[in-house]
């Protein structure tokens, strides 16, 4: 997908890359034939997802557990006019928007110390998810027990 001029997954990587991220993998599952020529172009490494179509992202992140530390977790279709990485991160976070009216988003619930507590489908004057992910390695291994 392209964005003035730009083809949103090559930005994102791009911007990995000027924070002085370079151990970047891209997993693939629809359109994957379209996606193979990153490896080449910016230095990813690529990782397949037949089960894509059945099982989305939770299935994506199950190919690359064995990679999951200090790890960003991005979606290829997300635009940042400003670049929203940095190479030291502290604490695991996901990126979010506020809602003032309605949304059939992923809302997000949070105690007092902003730790995300429960997430919900819709809601009003709502935290909703959009955009990265920082999983910190703590939680990544935490994470890996679930998944």
Request: proline residues 1%; charged residues 25%.
């Given at each position: 997908m392209m964005v003035k001029g730009e083809v949103l997954i090559e930005r994102q990587i791009r911007q990995l890359q000027e924070a002085g991220i370079d151990d970047i993998t891209v997993v693939v599952g629809d359109m994957k034939e379209k996606m193979y020529y990153l490896a080449e172009k910016m230095g990813v490494k690529i990782v397949i997802n037949e089960d894509y179509y059945c099982y989305n992202n939770t299935s994506s992140l199950i190919r690359v557990a064995d990679k999951l530390g200090n790890t960003y977790i991005c979606s290829s279709d997300n635009y940042f006019s400003e670049n929203v990485f940095t190479p030291?991160?502290?604490?695991?976070?996901?990126?979010?928007?506020?809602?003032?009216?309605?949304?059939?988003?992923?809302?997000?619930?949070?105690?007092?110390?902003?730790?995300?507590?429960?997430?919900?489908?819709?809601?009003?004057?709502?935290?909703?998810?959009?955009?990265?992910?920082?999983f910190s390695q703590e939680f990544s291994h935490k994470f890996i027990d679930i998944l």
């Amino acid at each position: 997908m392209m964005v003035k001029g730009e083809v949103l997954i090559e930005r994102q990587i791009r911007q990995l890359q000027e924070a002085g991220i370079d151990d970047i993998t891209v997993v693939v599952g629809d359109m994957k034939e379209k996606m193979y020529y990153l490896a080449e172009k910016m230095g990813v490494k690529i990782v397949i997802n037949e089960d894509y179509y059945c099982y989305n992202n939770t299935s994506s992140l199950i190919r690359v557990a064995d990679k999951l530390g200090n790890t960003y977790i991005c979606s290829s279709d997300n635009y940042f006019s400003e670049n929203v990485f940095t190479p030291y991160v502290y604490h695991s976070y996901y990126a979010a928007v506020f809602e003032r009216g309605e949304t059939d988003e992923y809302c997000l619930k949070c105690n007092s110390k902003g730790r995300i507590i429960q997430v919900n489908i819709g809601g009003r004057a709502s935290w909703y998810m959009l955009g990265h992910v920082y999983f910190s390695q703590e939680f990544s291994h935490k994470f890996i027990d679930i998944l």
